[in-house]
């Protein structure tokens, strides 16, 4: 069994300063993990995915996440928010099953809000 | 680019209705998923197809069925539309092995069932 869960559900924060969107995973085998951002209106996209290499992932857009078995985390992190950053992220944890089709358990979601 | 395109971003419907979401992708993969998006539910999956006439239910097929009689289209059906299914519908597709394991997704259907 696989779950994920995203500890904060809003995060405000002025433009400029630091971004932290914390999540948690809980899987029985190694998993592939993602964070998806989803902007008002459109569809999601892929910002980051961790597959078992570096556990420092870099992304889009200046975001970063780190896989760390130990606590099982996967914590977003931006070291300057920006204004276009207001949007929903979603983490995201894969097993891959029966050989083909992988299995994608999302997050709840966490909005970020940006302020000036 | 990869695209994956679904017939239409609203639509309103009455209960009882018949409702086709139509789906189409264009880098010939093999999956195809549907998922619903609800407010501090995320997304959770309905159906999934691995191949064509393949079907496999996801968390929550209840009140769904889908159809996938060629490659590239995925359809998902609301035999009888409740309130219940008013949502945002997400498609998705992905190839098979490791490289599946990140999707494509579409630009989203709201509906609203009345």
């Known amino acids: 069994a696989q779950s994920v869960t995203q500890l904060d559900s809003h995060v405000s924060v002025s433009e400029g300063t630091p971004v932290l969107l914390r999540c948690n995973y809980s899987s029985s085998y190694s998993p592939s993990l993602f964070w998806y951002v989803q902007h008002p209106n459109k569809g999601l996209q892929l910002l980051l995915k961790?597959?078992?290499?570096?556990?420092l992932v870099k992304g889009i857009n200046g975001f970063e996440a780190e896989f760390k078995k130990s606590e099982t985390s996967f914590h977003l992190t931006k070291p300057s928010a920006h204004m276009s950053d207001a949007a929903e992220y979603f983490c995201?944890?894969?097993?891959?099953?029966?050989?083909?089709?992988?299995?994608?358990?999302f997050g709840t979601g966490t909005r970020l809000q940006v302020t000036l | 680019d990869v695209k994956v395109t679904q017939s239409s971003r609203y639509l309103v419907k009455r209960t009882g209705e018949k409702v086709f979401l139509e789906c189409v992708q264009d880098m010939d993969h093999e999956n195809m998923f549907w998922y619903r998006q609800d407010p501090g539910l995320g997304l959770r999956l309905i159906y999934f197809?691995?191949?064509?006439?393949?079907?496999e239910k996801g968390d929550i097929p209840e009140g769904y069925s889908v159809s996938r009689e060629k490659k590239e289209r995925f359809s998902l059906i609301l035999e009888s539309a409740s309130t219940n299914q008013t949502s945002m519908y997400l498609c998705?597709?992905?190839?098979?092995?490791?490289?599946?394991?990140?999707?494509?997704f579409g630009p989203g259907t709201r509906l609203t069932v009345l």
């Open positions: 998705a597709s992905s190839r098979t092995g490791l490289a599946g394991t990140y999707k494509y």
């Open positions: 197809s691995y191949d064509v006439k393949m079907k």
């Open positions: 995201v944890v894969s097993l891959s099953f029966t050989g083909t089709a992988s299995k994608l358990t």
């Open positions: 961790y597959t078992s290499a570096a556990t």
